[in-house]
C-alpha cells in the first residue's frame, strides 16, 4: 500500500482535519471532495509535509514519513499545489529539469543524461514537447497547468497529488487535463486529488471521500458514497442522482435545510 | 523513439543557454581585467604601461614599486573582495525572500554593525577594534530578525522582512543620538565609516577577511539549486524535497557572514548587493546556478569601478557615495527596463 494516513489530526494553530483514517491502493485515484473550509486542502498539506500533524501518522511505503530524507520522500511522492509562482525567465524545460532535484545530490551541478530522458519523456507524455523552449509565463492557463505536472511527473512518483488541478481552467482544459491523469493512473500511479467539482471527481475517481467539518463523512466507490443523503449533509444541497454516459453524476436542485449541526467556524 | 527524437533540439537550447551565459561572463571577466589594471596605473601619481610592468617584477623605482604593492594592489583586491561578497549575499537573500528588494543589509546588517561602530567612533574606545566589533554586530542584529521572524511551524519570509525593517529602524534612531551626541572630529570619521570607504585598506585586511569570504562565497555559489527550488513557492519547494527551515537558516547564514565580513572591511556599502543581482539576471536569466557566481564577477566589477571613481577626482570620496550616486540612476533604469516584460 503506497500511502495510508493513520489517525491524523493537524491544521494551523487549531486542528482543523480531525482523526483521519485512509489507505490508498496501488494505482487508485481518489478524490477527496466537500464543502468550502471542510478541510479537503488541508489534509492535502499534512500528507504532503507542508503542515507538521499534530497528531497521528502519514506512512509512505509501510515506513512513517518522518523517516525518510526529504529528499526521499520527494521520489516518491510529488505535489501538484493549487496556486503557482511563475518563475520569470524560466523555459517550459529548465522548470521541468527541477523535477530531477530530488535524484541529485548536492553537489551535483547539472542533470545527468537520464535525468534529461527523463525530462523529454514527461513533456511527451504530457503534451508539452512542443513548448519546451517557450517561457513558464508565456503559457496559457491550460498549457501552464500541465507544464506544472509534467514537472511533478518528472520526479517520478509513486503518488501524485493534485490540490484543485482543474480550477482556472475552462472545460476543455479540464478534461484534457483529467483525461491525462487517467491514463497516467491506469499505467499504476496511485493519484489523490482535492476537487471542488464533485462531478468531476465522480467521473474520473475509484473512489469519493468525503469531508465534513475536518473529519470523513463518508468514503468508498462512487456509487455508494454518492447518495442524496450524503450529499445533503456535507454540501448542504439536494440533489438528484442521475445515471449518466460518464456514470453517476449529481444534478442539484436546491440548498437544502439548515443541517442541524453547527455551522463551522472558518479559519 | 520519441525521446531520441527531441534530444538535439535540448542540447540546441542548451548550448544557446551556456553560449548567453558564456558571453556575459566573458563580458564581465573583461570588464573587470581592464577596471583592475586601469585602477592600479591611475591615480595620485599615474604609472605608465613600462613602470606597472617593471614595478610589478620588483624592478625599477621603490616608489613605484611602493604605489603598486603595498598602496594599490592590497586596495584592489579588497574591491574585488568586498564587491563579491556583496553581490552574491544579496543575489541569496533576493532569491531566498523572493523580493527583489532585498539587499545584504535588509536582514539588520547595516543597523547593527552601523550602531556598534558608531558606539566605538563617537565614544572613542577600542577604535583598533571597529571592523571586528562591526562583525559582531551585524551577526547578532541578523540573529535577532532571525529569531523574530521564526513561526510556531518555521520560519516566515513575511515576518523576516518586516522583523528587518523594524529593528533596523530601532538601532539607526539610537545611532544618530549618538553621532548628534558627538563631537564634530569623531561624527567625520563615524560618518565616513558609515558611507564606507576603501581608503587606506592593506594587506592585513585582506589576509584577514579574504580567506573567510572566499569560503563563504563557494559555499554561497552550491546554494545555487536550492534557490531555484525555493523560487517556485514554498509548497513546490517542499514537494521537490527542500527543507525550508533548514534552507533558508543555511542562506540566509551564508549571506549574512558574507555581508558582515565585507562590512568588517569597509564599513556599510549600499546598492551594490541591491543592483548587481538585477544587472545579472538581465543578462542571464533567473537560473541562479549561473546568477550567484555571475553576482561575485559583476559585484568585484562594479565596487573596483566605483572605487576607481572615488579616488580619481582632486578630493577622493567614500566610495560609498559612489555606488550610491551611480546605483540609484541605474537602478531606476533597470526597473523601468523590466516592467513591460514582467507585466506582459
Known amino acids: ?267 | 523513439m520519441n525521446v531520441i527524437r527531441f534530444q538535439p533540439l535540448h542540447r540546441a537550447q542548451q548550448a544557446l543557454c551556456h553560449y548567453r551565459v558564456l558571453m556575459a561572463a566573458l563580458l564581465l571577466f573583461i570588464g573587470l581585467l581592464s577596471v583592475i589594471i586601469l585602477s592600479l596605473c591611475w591615480g595620485a601619481v599615474s604609472l605608465s604601461w613600462e613602470e606597472l610592468g617593471l614595478a610589478a617584477l620588483r624592478q625599477g623605482s621603490l616608489t613605484n614599486q611602493t604605489i603598486l604593492w603595498d598602496l594599490r594592489l592590497p586596495r584592489v583586491i579588497a574591491a574585488l573582495i568586498v564587491g563579491a561578497a556583496l553581490g552574491v549575499s544579496g543575489a541569496l537573500l533576493q532569491g531566498m525572500l523572493r523580493n527583489g528588494l532585498a539587499d545584504p543589509f535588509l536582514l539588520g546588517i547595516s543597523a547593527g554593525a552601523g550602531l556598534v561602530s558608531a558606539a566605538l567612533l563617537t565614544l572613542g574606545v577600542f577604535q583598533a577594534w571597529v571592523p571586528v566589533a562591526a562583525w559582531g554586530g551585524a551577526i547578532a542584529t541578523t540573529l535577532i530578525v532571525y529569531f523574530l521572524g521564526r513561526t510556531g511551524a518555521g520560519l516566515s519570509v513575511e515576518r523576516l522582512i518586516l522583523g528587518g525593517v523594524a529593528v533596523s529602524s530601532l538601532l539607526a534612531a539610537i545611532q544618530s543620538a549618538l553621532l548628534l551626541a558627538a563631537d564634530d572630529g569623531r561624527i567625520q570619521a563615524a560618518l565616513t565609516w558609515l558611507t564606507g570607504s576603501l581608503n587606506g585598506r592593506g594587506w592585513s585586511e585582506v589576509a584577514i577577511a579574504g580567506p573567510y569570504i572566499g569560503v563563504a562565497l563557494i559555499g554561497g555559489c552550491l546554494l545555487a539549486r536550492t534557490v531555484n527550488l525555493l523560487n517556485l513557492g514554498d509548497e513546490l519547494a517542499v514537494g521537490l524535497g527542500v527543507s525550508l527551515v533548514q534552507s533558508r537558516y543555511l542562506i540566509g547564514g551564508v549571506a549574512t557572514l558574507l555581508a558582515a565580513g565585507a562590512v568588517s572591511m569597509c564599513g556599510l556599502i549600499g546598492f551594490v548587493g541591491l543592483v548587481v543581482p538585477h544587472g545579472v539576471r538581465l543578462l542571464v536569466g533567473t537560473d541562479y546556478r549561473w546568477v550567484l557566481p555571475l553576482s561575485a564577477l559583476g559585484g568585484a566589477l562594479v565596487l573596483s569601478f566605483a572605487d576607481l571613481l572615488a579616488r580619481s577626482g582632486a578630493v577622493e570620496f567614500p566610495v560609498g557615495i559612489v555606488t550610491a550616486l551611480m546605483g540609484s540612476p541605474l537602478f531606476i533604469w533597470l526597473l523601468y527596463r523590466r516592467s513591460p516584460m514582467s507585466e506582459g
Open chain 1, 1 to 267: 500500500m503506497p500511502l495510508e494516513l493513520h489517525h491524523l489530526t493537524g491544521g494551523y494553530t487549531k486542528p482543523i482535519v480531525q482523526d483521519i483514517n485512509l489507505s490508498l491502493q496501488q494505482g487508485e485515484w481518489l478524490s477527496l471532495v466537500g464543502a468550502n473550509g471542510s478541510g479537503k486542502s488541508t489534509l492535502l498539506k499534512l500528507v504532503s509535509r507542508i503542515l507538521t500533524p499534530q497528531q497521528g501518522a502519514v506512512v509512505l511505503d509501510g515506513k512513517a514519513i518522518h523517516q525518510f530524507s526529504s529528499q526521499a520522500i520527494a521520489r516518491k511522492l510529488s505535489l501538484l499545489p493549487q496556486q503557482q509562482k511563475i518563475p520569470v525567465g524560466v523555459t517550459v524545460r529548465q522548470l521541468v529539469s527541477l523535477g530531477r532535484s530530488p535524484y541529485q545530490p548536492w553537489w551535483q551541478w547539472e542533470l545527468t543524461h537520464q535525468d534529461w530522458e527523463k525530462v523529454n519523456a514527461v513533456l511527451v507524455q504530457t503534451g508539452m514537447e512542443a513548448f519546451g523552449d517557450r517561457p513558464v509565463e508565456a503559457l496559457s492557463g491550460g498549457e501552464r497547468q500541465r507544464a506544472f505536472l509534467a514537472l511533478a511527473l518528472a520526479q517520478d512518483p509513486k503518488v501524485l497529488l493534485l490540490d484543485e488541478p482543474t480550477t482556472y481552467l475552462d472545460i476543455n482544459y479540464q478534461l484534457q487535463l483529467l483525461e491525462l491523469l487517467k491514463t497516467l493512473n491506469q499505467q499504476g500511479m496511485a493519484i489523490v486529488t482535492v476537487l471542488h467539482d464533485v462531478n468531476l471527481a465522480a467521473r474520473y475517481s475509484d473512489r469519493l471521500s468525503m469531508l465534513r467539518q475536518g473529519k470523513i463523512w463518508a468514503i468508498g466507490a462512487v456509487s455508494d458514497v454518492l447518495t442524496p443523503e450524503n450529499l445533503s449533509q456535507v454540501f448542504g444541497v439536494d440533489v438528484v442522482i442521475l445515471e449518466t454516459p460518464v456514470g453517476l453524476q449529481v444534478c442539484p436542485l436546491s440548498p437544502s435545510e439548515p443541517t442541524p449541526l453547527p455551522m463551522q467556524h472558518p479559519l
